[in-house]
């Protein structure tokens, strides 16, 4: 079967440096996406990956190695409105999206 | 302000009744679709709709239906509601297009079916 891991909850401390893990188990790859859901929202869109490597885009970064599949989400100079649920999504070969539960991230003063 | 508006934004239903989830987009988006999100597990996908005049069944689509008369609707149908399809819906679009193919989401519909 698909599957997605994610760690369920994680906990910073503002202005830290937090890493959200993602590994994977597909029918096949054609991308993997991160996307940020603040409570009682909807999920907006944070990354894309489909090649091996970083990604970095102003505070956060995205990571992914293919061959491990996995993936991890870095969140730098956390700020107290980066407290929402963070997730993971990957497009199999049928183009179809496999959601990950996501990971809720708090964070504190 | 272009997006996805989702109606109602929240509904208590008795179970047996029928429920239709509207869905409005104004960015011109081909592919649309439907997702419940539940506590505990990731989005998953009822149906979607590739362009107007399609739709296509995701992993969950028993109880539902979709139709796509337009670009701009996908309205979301319980023929007889039952408890289990308590959860928060969302519809969402995408281009189509573009490589990354994001997802556009609407803020939701949280249905309760007692």
């Known amino acids: 079967g698909q599957n997605i891991d994610q760690p369920t909850e994680m906990t910073a401390t503002e202005g830290a440096i937090v890493q959200i893990n993602c590994t994977y188990q597909?029918?096949?790859?054609?991308?993997l996406f991160w996307y940020q859901q603040h409570a009682g929202e909807a999920p907006t869109f944070l990354s894309y990956?489909?090649l091996d490597g970083l990604e970095e885009k102003g505070r956060f970064s995205s990571f992914l190695s293919r061959s491990k599949g996995y993936s991890y989400l870095l969140l730098k100079e956390l700020q107290m409105k980066d407290s929402a649920s963070y997730l993971c999504?990957?497009?199999?070969?049928?183009?179809?999206?496999?959601w990950g539960a996501g990971t809720k991230l708090i964070i504190k003063p | 302000i272009a997006g996805i508006t989702q109606a109602p934004t929240s509904q208590i239903l008795a179970a047996g009744r029928r429920m239709t989830l509207r869905c409005t987009q104004d960015?011109?988006?081909?592919?649309m679709y439907w997702y419940r999100q539940d506590l505990g597990l990731g989005l998953r996908l009822i149906h979607y709709?590739?362009?107007?005049?399609?739709?296509g069944k995701g992993e969950v689509p028993d109880g539902y239906s979709v139709s796509r008369a337009n670009t701009d609707d996908f309205p979301l149908t319980l023929a007889s509601a039952v408890p289990s399809q308590t959860s928060v819906y969302f519809c969402?679009?995408?281009?189509?297009?573009?490589?990354?193919?994001?997802?556009?989401f609407g803020a939701g519909s949280r249905l309760t079916v007692l």
């Open positions: 969402a679009s995408s281009d189509g297009h573009s490589g990354a193919n994001v997802l556009t």
């Open positions: 960015m011109r988006h081909n592919a």
């Open positions: 709709s590739n362009t107007a005049g399609t739709t």
């Open positions: 597909t029918s096949g790859f054609n991308g």
């Open positions: 990956n489909v």
């Open positions: 999504a990957v497009r199999d070969s049928n183009y179809q999206l496999i």
